[in-house]
């Protein structure tokens, strides 16, 4: 471990994630993943991008001298998806992400490599003469619109390929069809919990060569998309090591992978997953940049052919529900005369402006990205506070005050409150906690120690109440 820490210092220990269970969340500026961090678009660094966001980008690729843009079709609605196309080289390679509209992270990647493209002239000439590498960025414009996975008919694209109902999955299956791939890069974004096996550690990115029958054969095609994620887990190794899960392999025949590597195209699955304080990805997009700019590489020299399977088999397999938002550990709950110690484990919503308890008892075989030591601690269901018929405008010094006076929640008409904090105010929940935490629940209660109420857990965000008011 100290080794590690020296290695990576970004890398937090559980115990460290202890001592800053009670900071704000921060970017990890400090993580590189090599060369490929030369080249970097900087206004992509979010986690939900939709067409305008990249819409400059493939205007000023239209005269790019190395980049053949084409639009190959429009969605349900009616936006255009792109395809921009480099190289020459008889091995033809297709990538594709966010078919799922809420799964931008690798988006920002594609165009992190098209500015390589662009400016690294060295790299680009390793493979160009070799490859021709089609790159389909956005292929649901519709769902990134609503920042939802479906498109705009509520269609799964990528439980689509067979049936072919939505343009967007009809228009990947032809692409596949008339481009005829030798390798293929489904990129996609995975939610926040899982854990790479029965580790401490999130799975930053998860991988799958993904099988073609149900009886999840592997033949030459699927063997060579396992051998280029093995050959490519040098790039998780140096970067950012046991981070990385591997999907099972379970047959999905209405998927893309599963269809594309039935017509014999070696497809690998790249999901993008979480990391410490870093909601907007930006890690897991650098990782995808590092291992898709390698990948080039090693599909041009064939590096791939010499790498072991078993490599790919020793990912460990990502579990699910394997991390929580919030972790209070051990707190005390008193219900009349009975007592007893509970660890409340909670999940916060994606856009992170509800919380909601999601397992209480104890939670001593899962992971959170944040912790409290809540031993000493009384559990407090926090009473509603009755928003005055005359209004109430709310400042953040006062709303500290009635937090620590034990409310945690107003009642009544919410218009009449005008809130002038930035602290999550709970107005009117509908599933307030109550004298025992327990799952559903909203995460919003209060933690005291002796009489003094000390902290407050707003919306699954903890805060403490003897800080200083912002
Ligand atoms: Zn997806």
Do not use: C
């Not at 001298?65 to 395809?83: H, N």
């Not at 799964?103 to 165009?111: I, K, P, R």
């Not at 004298?435 to 120690?449: E, I, M, V």
């Amino acid at each position: 471990m100290l080794k590690r820490l020296l290695t990576y210092t970004i890398m937090p220990t559980l115990a460290l994630i202890a001592s800053i269970a009670q900071a704000q969340p921060m970017l990890e500026k400090s993580f590189s993943a090599g060369p490929a961090d030369q080249f970097v678009v900087p206004q992509l660094a979010k986690r939900q991008l939709r067409l305008a966001d990249i819409q400059g980008l493939l205007d000023s690729l239209a005269t790019s001298k190395w980049v053949k843009r084409q639009v190959i079709g429009q969605s349900f609605e009616g936006l255009p998806v792109y395809r921009l196309s480099v190289g020459s080289g008889d091995t033809v390679v297709l990538m594709w992400s966010q078919m799922h509209g809420d799964e931008s992270t690798a988006t920002a990647a594609l165009f992190d490599l098209l500015l390589r493209v662009e400016q690294d002239d060295a790299w680009r000439s390793a493979w160009i003469d070799q490859l021709t590498v089609h790159i389909i960025p956005m292929v649901n414009p519709d769902g990134a619109e609503r920042a939802q996975r479906e498109n705009a008919q509520g269609i799964d694209v990528n439980r689509d390929a067979q049936a072919l109902q939505s343009p967007e999955a009809r228009l990947l299956r032809q692409q596949a069809e008339l481009l005829k791939p030798d390798f293929a890069f489904n990129l996609h974004d995975q939610n926040d919990y899982y854990a790479v096996g029965r580790s401490a550690y999130p799975a930053t990115i998860s991988v799958l060569a993904p099988a073609f029958d149900v009886t999840k054969s592997v033949n030459a095609s699927r063997q060579r998309a396992m051998q280029v994620i093995a050959q490519l887990m040098t790039i998780m190794d140096t970067y950012l090591p046991e981070h990385t899960g591997r999907y099972n392999d379970s047959y999905e025949w209405r998927a893309f992978g599963d269809l594309f590597s039935a017509f014999g195209i070696s497809t690998i699955l790249l999901e993008s997953g979480a990391y410490f304080n870093d909601p907007e990805r930006q890690v897991a997009r650098a990782l995808n940049r590092a291992l898709l700019g390698q990948a080039l590489l090693d599909l041009a020299s064939r590096a791939y052919e010499n790498a072991d399977v078993e490599r790919y088999w020793q990912i460990p397999l990502n579990r699910n529900n394997g991390f929580h938002d919030l972790l209070v550990d051990g707190v005390t709950v008193s219900d009349n005369s009975q007592s007893y110690q509970l660890d409340i484990a909670i999940r916060r919503s994606k856009d992170r402006h509800r919380g909601m308890i999601e397992s209480v008892g104890d939670q001593s075989t899962v992971n959170a990205f944040q912790r409290f030591n809540a031993a000493g601690f009384d559990y407090r269901m926090g009473r509603a506070y009755a928003i005055p018929a005359t209004g109430l405008s709310l400042q953040h010094a006062d709303y500290q005050q009635l937090l620590q006076q034990g409310y945690s929640h107003f009642i009544g008409a919410a218009e009449q409150l005008q809130i002038n904090t930035s602290w999550p105010v709970v107005i009117n929940p509908k599933y307030p906690p109550g004298a025992r935490p327990q799952a559903d629940q909203n995460a919003s209660f209060l933690l005291a120690k002796g009489s003094a109420i000390t902290h407050a857990v707003l919306q699954g965000q903890l805060f403490t109440l003897t800080e200083a008011s912002r």
